[in-house]
């Protein structure tokens, strides 16, 4: 082989190879591309609710014990704790478990007396405190729902001044939720397939799935004084009904 012809083949040979690695460089690069953003350009979402119907299976409401006195704390701390506990030993006694019976708050504020400012300018004197309010609040749960209403009548009848926020919820929301999530996202695809022959294209992969505004309503339905239900000539009855589950789905699909 002449020297002419062996320098023809090297060159041939230094722009084939040349030529492999640019048409490799390019394809690696387009893969990496499409892997970090696949059809960043190409691509539509659709959004849908799904719904689930669940029974309550827990009544939750709360109830205080609001003690009024002098400067004498320990003897209104002595009575608000006897009237609390009374209230806590009726629920006990009445089938509630004791780790469905939570303090929520104690508080103990000092009453003040206010004294009028002179009128020639001088320095008012400071407030006076005449007395305390002692408040001791109790969250509780109800599992058996025939005694909801003795549960609300009996703690004010054993000492608690007030009553109130009462409300449904679910022990263990999953079923409820899981069952909400698979119907959202049966109707975003159905969505998605409905657009997609609208628009005259073809689905391609689905790119994410992103929830949001999960939420159970937790409606409040009853609430009463002492001094109200002091009154009650019988035990109110209270109906949990129903509460409705809802999960928003979004669906993202690439558009071939």
Not at 63 to 92: P, R, Y
Not at 173 to 198: F, H, L, S, V, Y
Not at 209 to 220: A, M, W
């Amino acid at each position: 082989m002449t020297n002419e012809k062996m320098k023809n083949y090297l060159w041939a040979s230094l722009a084939i190879s040349v030529l492999v690695v640019a048409v490799s460089a390019w394809s690696y690069t387009r893969t990496y591309s499409d892997s970090i953003q696949p059809s960043s350009f190409r691509s539509f979402s659709v959004s849908a609710e799904g719904k689930s119907v669940a029974i309550p299976d827990i009544a939750r409401f709360s109830f205080s014990v609001i003690t009024e006195g002098g400067k004498n704390i320990a003897d209104l701390q002595k009575q608000n704790t006897e009237k609390m506990n009374k209230a806590i030993e009726f629920l006990k006694s009445n089938g509630v478990d004791a780790k469905d019976i939570k303090t929520a708050n104690y508080n103990v504020e000092p009453r003040y007396q206010y004294s009028s400012c002179p009128r020639d300018g001088g320095i008012c004197p400071p407030a006076e405190i005449v007395g305390y309010n002692i408040t001791q609040t109790v969250e509780v749960r109800i599992r058996d729902f025939s005694k909801i209403g003795e549960a609300l009548s009996g703690v004010v009848s054993n000492g608690a001044n007030t009553v109130s926020q009462l409300s449904f919820i679910l022990d263990n929301p999953d079923g409820a939720q899981n069952e909400a999530r698979a119907k959202a996202i049966e109707k975003a695809k159905e969505k998605a397939k409905t657009i997609a022959d609208a628009g005259g294209f073809a689905l391609g992969r689905l790119l994410s799935i992103d929830e949001s505004n999960s939420y159970y309503p937790q409606p409040i339905y009853y609430s009463m004084k002492a001094s109200v239900a002091n009154e009650l000539a019988s035990v109110p009855t209270i109906e949990a009904g129903s509460q409705e589950v809802k999960v928003n789905i979004t669906l993202r699909y690439e558009i071939k």
